[in-house]
T-cell receptor, first 121, second 116 residues
Framework: DTAVSQTPKYLVTQMGNDKSIKCEQNLGHDTMYWYKQDSKKFLKIMFSYNNKELIINETVPNRFSPKSPDKAHLNLHINSLELGDSAVYFCASSQDLRLRVGSSVLTDTQYFGPGTRLTVL | AQKITQTQPGMFVQEKEAVTLDCTYD???????LFWYKQPSSGEMIFLIY??????QNATEGRYSLNFQKARKSANLVISASQLGDSAMYFCAMREGRNAGNMLTFGGGTRLMVKP
């Protein structure tokens, strides 16, 4: 009954390859995200996505693309992997507050998956 | 300018004592949310506590409380009665307004080590 799950947990691959990381949430949330955590533990947003719009952090290379087959899934596809892509990638999900006008109780707390450690050789 | 600043890269605390982890933030948006997450050595990100900018009272969740000082733009996490299992990285994060994407901006984190 994991809330946010990611596969695989570890991914080791060669430079130049294309790979995907899968994410699923069973929380009924509207919005899903991808974050990257570098070797210094710094977390940075990559994408935010709901079924209406994709918001891309401008610093993300276009080799990275999110793909959402349905509301509960947001996969991350990476083309032409580079050494600098080595990191831990976290998927997260939350409610979209913009859809709940006037609520003072609901929060948009993001719940994270366990992370995928990507190593590019 | 940094949106979220955590000035303590590492901290020690004696078991059973209280500890405060600092977080300051920078935003001109009147509506925002502040979050704390814990990341143990196993790597997962665990949500701890949330404070909304319009909340009148400081948030509390069990042994965690948030010392929210709006005028000073600080949102320090207080952990009471520290336990060995509290040893972890702690991240402060902010969501500004009802921004497109509801994205979080994270601080650099504080590594807390609880001594027996």
């Amino acid at each position: 009954d994991t809330a946010v799950s990611q596969t695989p947990k570890y991914l080791v691959t060669q430079m130049g390859n294309d790979k995907s990381i899968k994410c699923e949430q069973n929380l009924g949330h509207d919005t899903m995200y991808w974050y990257k955590q570098d070797s210094k533990k710094f977390l940075k947003i990559m994408f935010s996505y709901n079924n209406k719009e994709l918001i891309i952090n401008e610093t993300v290379p276009n080799r990275f693309s999110p793909k959402s087959p349905d509301k509960a899934h947001l996969n991350l596809h990476i083309n032409s992997l580079e050494l600098g892509d080595s990191a831990v990638y976290f998927c997260a999900s939350s409610q979209d507050l913009r859809l709940r006008v006037g609520s003072s109780v609901l929060t948009d707390t993001q719940y994270f998956g366990p992370g995928t450690r990507l190593t590019v050789l | 300018a940094q949106k979220i600043t955590q000035t303590q890269p590492g901290m020690f605390v004696q078991e059973k004592e209280a500890v405060t982890l600092d977080c300051t933030y920078d935003t001109s948006d009147p509506s925002y949310g502040l979050f704390w997450y814990k990341q143990p050595s196993s790597g997962e990100m665990i949500f701890l506590i949330y404070q909304g900018s319009y909340d009148q009272q400081n948030a509390t969740e069990g042994r965690y409380s948030l010392n929210f000082q709006k005028a000073r733009k600080s949102a320090n996490l207080v952990i009471s009665a520290s336990q060995l299992g509290d040893s972890a990285m702690y991240f402060c994060a902010m969501r500004e307004g009802r921004n497109a994407g509801n994205m979080l901006t994270f601080g650099g984190g504080t590594r807390l080590m609880v001594k027996p």
